[in-house]
T-cell receptor, first 111, second 116 residues
Framework: GQQVMQIPQYQHVQEGEDFTTYCNSS?????IQWYKQRPGGHPVFLIQ?????EVKKQKRLTFQFGEAKKNSSLHITATQTTDVGTYFC???????????FGKGITLSVRP | GAVVSQHPSWVICKSGTSVKIECRSL??????MFWYRQFPKQSLMLMAT?????????EQGVEKDKFLINHASLTLSTLTVTSAHPEDSSFYIC????????????FGPGTRLTVL
């Protein structure tokens, strides 16, 4: 079956540093979505990428879909304490709408 | 808009009892709802996909007789954990899609189930 890798599971940065994380799928995807889950909260949709090589920005967050549509990156510029949380990628393949999620990366930011 | 609620937010029950969890889309009609299970510091594991008026599609390894899903209307899906055991203790989260062309999933706040 499809495997989704997000490594590492934890990352600690100093406030103001940039942060990049990756999501890798074992299969070609139709779309990839990123979600953020704050401690004690539920996942909240951030973005969806559909096209090969697509890049989307949301303020300090930049999302990219790989050319082969098997991986994606999330880059945060100048991290802030509000960026703390777990970032999950959800991978969609085929015509159905279900997603396979990676284990997520938990980001902590030292003020 | 696009708010999903779950009830209860937490429940403690005795081993052998059944527990029903409700998932409601409050301000939209959900064409599809999903049920996930999340262990501490782990990913979201999809249990089943639920479409209104039809039988749920269960993921491999999920017992359909153990986890009963009923999608009675476009705004309500229920998950019943039958004859719960301590190993069923987990965080159960539902999500909903607004329409067939929009892949974004709106997640509920989750239900923490503890089976004693």
């Amino acid at each position: 079956g499809q495997q989704v890798m997000q490594i590492p599971q934890y990352q600690h940065v100093q406030e103001g540093e940039d942060f990049t994380t990756y999501c890798n799928s074992s299969t070609t995807l139709s779309n990839i979505q990123w979600y953020k889950q704050r401690p004690g909260g539920h996942p909240v949709f951030l973005i969806q990428l559909v096209k090969s090589g697509e890049v989307k920005k949301q303020k300090r967050l930049t999302f990219q879909f790989g050319e082969a549509k098997k991986n994606s990156s999330l880059h945060i510029t100048a991290t802030q304490t509000t960026d703390v949380g777990t970032y999950f990628c959800g991978c969609g393949s085929g015509a159905n709408s279900k997603l396979t999620f990676g284990k997520g990366i938990t980001l902590s930011v030292r003020p | 808009g696009a708010v999903v609620s779950q009830h209860p937010s937490w429940v403690i029950c005795k081993s052998g009892t059944s527990v029903k969890i409700e998932c409601r889309s409050l301000d939209f009609q959900a064409t599809t709802m999903f049920w996930y299970r999340q262990f501490p510091k782990q990913s979201l594991m999809l249990m089943a996909t639920s479409n209104e008026g039809s039988k749920a599609t269960y993921e491999q390894g999920v017992e359909k007789d153990k986890f009963l899903i009923n999608h009675a209307s476009l705004t309500l899906s229920t998950l019943t954990v039958t004859s719960a055991h301590p190993e069923d203790s987990s965080f159960y989260i539902c999500s909903a899609k607004r329409n067939r062309d929009d892949n974004e999933q709106f997640f509920g706040p989750g239900t923490r189930l503890t089976v004693l």
